[in-house]
């Protein structure tokens, strides 16, 4: 008896490794991981494109202002990226399982070979590793549930680059065998592995189909919460369940720790330029011109509904300490958390339909929806339509 026997004995008690040559259904064949790959490569590109407008708008860019117009673009491109990305998961899924068996394939004899097989396998766990982190974090942010240390955003935006390289260079080398998989018949059989003569229970027309059907189904099972004629259809809607006013909450005045100072009777807001300040309660708020405007609450987290908001144009508040459109910080009487303060660009400032509004579909606002008074602008991501507005101040 030596040392290592007990872990030889181990290692002769777990089943061997499979091989490549183990897998033998037809419907893992290339001409099928194609014709998905194709449709995951469309919602990849979406949530990219869309992604990037997402992060354009919710990052100060001096030099390349995000557009305010038209007020509801914010609400269809983040739509799209959930969408997409929700699309996504049931194609990736049934992507992965068709091409699995690639994994156990032997390496290859001669240095050449092995080097080649490491990299070909080194950028395919790139490109797994990060779809699968972008699709699965961004799943958890949509159920609004952030169990991680990291900063979302910029990690999801971070790894949105690496998967989409990876896409571009997976698609660059395998462009000779999709080309043929995409021109030739589904059921062609020029490009299988070899040993793939087992036929299941399913076509392959059967297998596709019923992935367009999944990803069908987690799109219609989630999408009512930002497209309104499907909010009966969606089980899994996120929000799509009515808050106080109509509307969803995305964080109660309870939970943001204001309630007291949201209803003080001593509130007035703060208009601050340069040395001076001028306050304003309630009451003088409402007697300054009132302007109604539709506007849409898009949050980043893929729900959206629109109100309709009665208030004071941004523009106007800031004539009262005599300044012309300029960016303004904006500060919530919430005192922690990541959206306490926000800036409002010079563009959104000049646009007549952004307003500290004062009501919603004409009642006072509810304390949830940001009493006494709140931002609400056209093609702004929900995050920065700040509740709870305690002070405006404009760049002198
Ligand atoms: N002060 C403050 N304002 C805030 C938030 C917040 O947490 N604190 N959440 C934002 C987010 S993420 C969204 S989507 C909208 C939601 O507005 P609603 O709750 O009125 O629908 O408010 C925004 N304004
Ligand atoms: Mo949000």
Not at 301 to 328: C, F, I, N
């Amino acid at each position: 008896m030596t040392l290592l026997d007990p872990v030889r004995r181990a290692a002769a008690r777990r089943p061997p490794a499979p091989a490549e040559e183990d897998f033998t259904s037809r419907l893992r064949s290339p001409a099928v991981a194609a014709r998905i790959g194709l449709w995951l490569g469309v919602t990849f590109t979406v949530a990219f494109l869309t992604g990037i407008v997402s992060h354009w708008a919710q990052s100060p860019t001096p030099w390349l202002s995000f557009p305010s117009r038209p007020a509801w673009g914010y609400r269809v491109t983040q739509g799209l990226h959930v969408v997409s990305g929700t699309a996504a998961i049931p194609l990736l899924l049934v992507k992965l399982w068709t091409v699995y068996p690639r994994l156990f394939a032997s390496f290859g004899r001669g240095a050449r070979q092995l080097l080649v097989s490491a990299l070909e396998r080194a950028s395919i766990a790139v490109l797994v590793a990060s779809a699968v982190f972008q699709l699965s974090t961004g799943l958890m942010n949509s159920a609004q549930w952030y169990p991680w240390a990291f900063s979302f955003r910029s990690t999801h935006f971070a790894v949105a680059w690496v998967a989409i390289g990876a896409l571009v260079v997976h698609v660059a080398v395998k462009l000779p065998v999709i080309r043929a998989a995409l021109t030739g018949h589904v059921d062609d059989e020029g490009q299988d592995r070899a040993g793939t003569d087992a036929d299941g229970a399913l076509s392959r027309r059967g297998l596709l189909r019923s992935t367009w059907v999944a990803s069908g189904v987690a799109v219609l099972a989630s999408a009512g919460s930002t497209v309104p004629l499907l909010r009966e259809v969606s089980v899994l809607g996120v929000r799509s369940g009515d808050g106080p006013q109509g509307l969803p909450v995305n964080k109660s005045a309870r939970a943001a720790g204001v309630t007291s100072s949201a209803l003080s009777p001593s509130y007035a807001l703060e208009l601050v330029r340069g040395g001076t300040t001028v306050r304003l309660t309630r009451e003088q708020l409402l007697a300054m011109p009132q302007v109604t405007e539709e506007l849409p609450i898009a949050c980043v987290e893929g729900w959206s509904a629109s109100g309709t908001w009665t208030g004071v144009r941004v523009k106007d508040l800031l004539a009262e300490v005599g300044a012309e459109p300029g960016d303004v910080v904006v500060t919530s009487l919430q005192t922690s958390g990541p959206y306490t303060t926000t800036l409002l660009p010079a563009n959104f400032v000049a646009d007549d339909a952004t307003l500290l509004a004062l009501q919603l579909d004409g009642e006072d606002l509810s304390i949830d929806h940001g009493y006494p008074a709140r931002v609400i602008a056209p093609n702004r991501p929900g995050v920065l339509q700040t509740k709870w507005v305690g002070r405006l101040e404009v760049e002198a």
